[in-house]
């Protein structure tokens, strides 16, 4: 056994803990979720409030803060399961929360970058909040006509991993070039992928007819 499976299981042990224990106090997954969209607001109100002189240092405590929501976003599921709530009303709060969290945290970057007078990077801000939410409901619209669209790889955990560090490296400039780009990939990605699926549907159905 390597070192890193070895992590791997501890982190995995130590993860099932922690939910039994939130089972036990039966703990709804919605209240989870929704700490996971306040604590993404904190890290977006210490993007916000960065400045020439403290920017790196809020920048990390963002990270950290962000890093730190991920644990919920890791239980609130596991926790409906293990309490048997799972409902299809906790899926749909749970997507709608995390759109507000990936929004609330771009927000934070773009006041960032107007108080800074930085206008190019505002707008670099604004255009990735717009491409990372097109990239959720591009899969969740495809999915009402297709069975599945998880094509293209920009999803939410891959932006918070670039989020995190780009915080703490204090690199966002560039992570946000790559998720702007990359989520623009995805959502071509999946709009191309939708339209060869019902293609072939139509198709299909044409031929029964």
């Given at each position: 056994?390597?070192?890193?499976?070895?992590?791997?299981?501890?982190?995995?042990?130590?993860?099932?803990?922690?939910?039994?224990?939130?089972?036990?106090?039966?703990?709804?997954?919605?209240?989870?979720?929704?700490?996971?969209?306040?604590?993404?607001?904190?890290?977006?109100?210490?993007?916000?409030?960065?400045?020439?002189?403290?920017?790196?240092?809020l920048f990390r405590y963002a990270g950290l803060v962000v890093f730190a929501a991920g644990f919920f976003d890791m239980?609130?599921?596991?926790?409906?399961?293990?309490?048997?709530?799972?409902?299809?009303?906790?899926?749909?709060?749970?997507?709608?929360?995390?759109?507000?969290?990936?929004?609330?945290?771009?927000?934070?970057?773009?006041?960032?970058?107007?108080?800074?007078?930085?206008?190019?990077?505002?707008?670099?801000?604004?255009l990735v909040m717009i491409s990372c939410i097109m990239v959720s409901y591009t899969r969740a619209r495809a999915e009402?006509?297709?069975?599945?669209?998880?094509?293209?790889?920009?999803?939410?955990?891959?932006?918070?991993?670039?989020?995190?560090?780009?915080?703490?490296?204090?690199?966002?400039?560039?992570?946000?070039?790559?998720?702007?780009?990359?989520?623009?990939?995805?959502?071509?990605?999946?709009?191309?992928?939708?339209?060869?699926?019902?293609?072939?549907?139509?198709?299909?159905?044409?031929?029964?007819?």
């Amino acid at each position: 056994m390597t070192w890193t499976s070895a992590f791997g299981r501890a982190c995995g042990s130590l993860l099932r803990v922690i939910v039994n224990r939130m089972a036990l106090a039966r703990i709804s997954p919605n209240i989870l979720t929704f700490m996971g969209l306040l604590i993404n607001v904190a890290a977006a109100v210490l993007f916000g409030y960065g400045n020439a002189e403290n920017q790196a240092r809020l920048f990390r405590y963002a990270g950290l803060v962000v890093f730190a929501a991920g644990f919920f976003d890791m239980v609130d599921g596991r926790v409906a399961r293990a309490t048997n709530q799972v409902t299809r009303f906790g899926a749909f709060f749970d997507s709608v929360l995390d759109r507000y969290s990936d929004a609330a945290l771009f927000f934070g970057l773009l006041v960032y970058y107007a108080r800074a007078n930085r206008f190019f990077y505002v707008v670099l801000a604004a255009l990735v909040m717009i491409s990372c939410i097109m990239v959720s409901y591009t899969r969740a619209r495809a999915e009402s006509l297709i069975y599945t669209c998880k094509v293209g790889f920009m999803e939410r955990p891959e932006r918070l991993v670039l989020l995190i560090i780009g915080a703490l490296f204090n690199r966002m400039a560039p992570v946000l070039w790559v998720i702007a780009v990359l989520s623009t990939i995805t959502v071509i990605h999946r709009m191309y992928y939708t339209w060869v699926q019902t293609e072939r549907m139509d198709t299909v159905a044409d031929q029964a007819a």
